[in-house]
């Protein structure tokens, strides 16, 4: 048994062998492609064709239910216009009024052939639509005449008179109506155009309970066979027949001559495939028919139910007929073409099979090349996206600020990462992770060159998420103060207008900072510039129409190691520079920012916090709401302009509007010139300064690298879009 089984999987394995051999694929190919080819034939020609009749047969019925849909809509029209009528079916009204507002009721009315008001005297009134023009006519039966006329304007104009024996009280729908109630009439000619019709009628009775009147709303086999007259495939016909064979609408009817009084017949219309249509038995649905000059498809709807608030007295039904040809047709001409496409599509896969069986071995030589150079571009790859951290420049509740450079192109930049402590964290990890996309996002869009700017973004293979910005010369304001003091005003003036130049921008896109403050302000050099200020920390910013953020909801930790950047899990802000309005959580434009800006300016100048911190935070918060600001005369400057005290107005409408009209307000301040921050002593300032040079952070035997990660199968891309990258730092031991 186990011999058989050894014997049987060895055939297996020869068997794959072969087939996988060129010459195994130049047979298999061809064989493959004639089967299914045939297979698709057979299985084609019967889809095909049922697919098609299908079709028609959809198309039809849509067809039937449109011109039901229409001919229920002109039918239902009878209701509204015998209420009309009504009004206008006073003998004592005169006859010029009546016969305008008759010429009105016509116009727009699709259907309807004919209104009219006959008088128990024999008077009749009326309107109809003849070759597009709406005529209105009175006629006397006493006196044996009849005067048609024309409207125009509220004018009636004489167009002929006639002598004529109509008589509207002898016509059917008048004895119709007669018995007492509206109702519709059997399908009968109408007189002088003897065509086949069917008419709503209603009698009006007078204070004494006889009857005064007679109303109609006629409808004919012209102005139904509007409603029909576009087929809803090529050669099709349709007809509105009842279930004795009335024909009440056709596209055919102007070649039909009909005499007398005669209802118009389905066998009027000498059309073989009606003939057929009319033989079935009534109310077939669909069939197909089969007529002397070949076979059709026919379709039939019902048209019933109440119309004009009673019902309809015969069963109506709108039918469609169309060749079969017409629909079979492309059919068979996508069999002949599939036969033809079949063979050229055989040959076609011998010619592949032949030069696949050669390049087969050539492919597979090719694939192991190709895969060891795919693995030496992504290494060069991740090499050139990698840098080196050399020392960290401070931490915070969002993660750390590493100053590193490219460890190809030796660049200078500085690195924000999350810490590892916190990507531990399962409760804040989605915070954090939107507040850091967030950041980078923002610090990507802003173009003003006083907002820190951005080189990269990413997720290290580690899961630490990253971004790449520019390394500054400088310090931030709250460094700047606490080292050497505070600073005059003249330089507090062009440092505060630069932080306005990139509020600015940031407000106009939509975005609020929320966190101005000292440390998030820094003052650099580069090249031969000095003095200039870069916005930073962009990590709560809000847009405009966001709600604010509650607080949150577990309790701060100390984990920062300096106060400069913002703190995870405490109010949104610093308390010592937020507006009233922030504190309070309610809605903020970019004056809560001015606020801030305010604090700042006060900082810088006087060395100190608008208001004193001892009391805790809860009442710092309090004064920032209630207290007002202390006199300027306290700030221990020299000299300093009151302007700057605008932007800490308790209510937002005494700030400056937005930070370009504070830049303006800036810029406008006359500084005395024994005041005045001159170039030259900005430049004389830097000179002296020497920026502390942190020490490495690095162990002496590792290098610490961060690179960009890789995407794997199994690792689903980030949500946030930093897509070719997964967000850690990983250990590099020596040699670069």
């Known amino acids: 048994m186990a011999r058989t089984a050894v014997t049987d999987q060895r055939k297996r394995v020869r ?86 507002r008759l010429h009105d009721l016509m116009i727009g009315r699709p259907g309807v052939a004919f209104v009219s008001i006959s008088f128990a005297d024999g008077t009749f009134r009326g309107a109809q639509l003849q070759n597009h023009i709406v005529e209105v006519q009175e006629s006397h039966a006493d006196a044996g005449t009849a005067t048609w006329f024309e409207v125009s304007g509220d004018l009636l104009v004489p167009k002929r008179s006639e002598k004529t024996n109509y008589d509207p009280r002898t016509r059917a729908f008048f004895l119709l109506a007669a018995k007492g109630s509206r109702a519709w009439t059997e399908p009968y000619t109408f007189f002088k155009s003897h065509e086949t019709g069917i008419t709503c009628t209603e009698p009006v009775y007078d204070a004494k309970h006889q009857l005064a009147a007679v109303l109609t709303v006629d409808f004919d086999v012209g102005a139904l066979s509007q409603f029909i007259a576009r087929p809803a495939l090529d050669e099709a016909r349709s007809v509105v027949y009842t279930r004795d064979g009335t024909v009440l609408a056709t596209p055919l009817t102007e070649k039909i001559a009909v005499s007398g009084d005669q209802l118009l017949r389905g066998s009027d219309l000498h059309d073989p495939a009606i003939d057929a249509l009319f033989a079935l038995p009534p109310g077939t649905s669909a069939s197909e028919l089969v007529t002397r000059d070949g076979k059709y498809l026919a379709s039939v709807a019902p048209i019933g139910g109440k119309r004009a608030g009673v019902a309809v007295p015969l069963d109506w039904f709108i039918a469609t007929v169309v060749p079969a040809r ?118 990507a869009s802003m173009k003003s060159r006083h907002t820190i700017e951005i ?59 929320r966190d101005i403050k000292p440390p998030n302000l820094f003052a650099c050099r580069a090249a031969d510039e000095v003095d200039i200020c870069k916005l930073l920390d962009f990590g709560i910013v809000q847009q405009l129409d966001e709600k604010p953020a509650a607080p949150a909801s577990r309790p701060s930790k100390p984990i920062i190691e300096t106060p400069k950047l913002t703190q995870l899990g405490a109010m949104l802000g610093t308390p010592g520079f937020m507006s009233p309005e922030q504190i309070l959580g309610m809605a903020l434009d970019g004056r809560a920012d001015l606020y801030a800006l305010g604090c700042v300016a006060w900082w810088l100048l006087t060395g100190k916090e608008v208001f004193a911190r001892d009391g805790g935070e ?119």
């Open 455 to 513: 080189y990269d973004y990413g997720v290290t293979e580690a899961g630490v998420f990253y971004y790449v910005m520019e390394l500054l010369d400088g310090l931030d304001l709250e460094s700047l103060v606490v080292r050497f003091g505070p600073l005059p005003a003249a330089r507090v003036i062009n440092l505060l207008q630069q932080a306005c130049a990139s509020l600015a921008e940031s407000h106009e896109a939509g975005l609020l900072h």
């Open 618 to 736: 809860a009442k710092l918060l309090h004064r920032h709401i209630t207290d007002p600001v202390p006199a300027l005369a306290t700030m221990a400057t020299a000299w300093f302009p009151p302007a700057l005290a605008a932007c800490l107005a308790k209510d937002p409408d005494a700030r400056p509007p937005n930070a370009r009209e504070l830049g303006k307000l800036l810029r406008a301040i006359e500084v005395p010139d024994e005041y005045a921050w001159t170039e030259g002593r900005a430049h004389a300032w830097w000179t002296a300064y020497r920026a502390p040079q942190p020490a490495p952070n690095v162990p002496a035997g590792e290098v610490q690298v961060i690179m960009p990660g890789r995407t794997t199968n199994d690792r689903p891309l980030d949500a946030t879009g930093a897509s070719a990258f997964d967000v850690t730092i990983h250990g590099d031991t020596g040699s670069k």
């Open 326 to 443: 017409t629909l079979l047709g492309p059919t068979h001409r996508l069999e002949r073409g599939g036969v033809l496409a079949s063979g050229l599509a055989l040959a076609i896969a011998v010619l592949v099979a032949l030069v696949l069986a050669w390049n087969v071995v050539r492919m597979r030589r090719q694939v192991a090349t190709a895969r060891s150079e795919a693995r030496t571009a992504e290494a060069r790859a991740r090499e050139l996206g990698s840098y080196r951290l050399v020392a960290r420049l401070g931490a915070g509740g969002m993660g750390e600020v590493w100053r590193a450079e490219h460890r190809l192109l030796a660049r200078q930049a500085a690195i924000k990462l999350i810490r590892a402590e916190m990507m531990k964290d399962p409760e804040g990890l989605t915070e954090i992770r939107e507040r850091f996309r967030r950041e980078a996002q923002v610090l």
């Open 15 to 100: 068997v794959a062998a072969v087939l996988a051999s060129p010459l195994g694929v130049l047979l298999t190919v061809p064989l493959l492609v004639i089967f299914v080819g045939l297979a698709i034939i057979l299985l084609g020609r019967s889809t095909t064709r049922e697919a098609s009749l299908t079709l028609a047969r959809h198309q039809l019925a849509e067809h039937a239910n449109s011109v039901q849909t229409d001919v229920a809509f002109a039918l239902d029209q009878a209701d509204p216009l015998l209420a009309r009528l009504r009004v206008l079916a006073d003998r004592d009204r005169p006859a010029e009024d009546v016969l305008v």
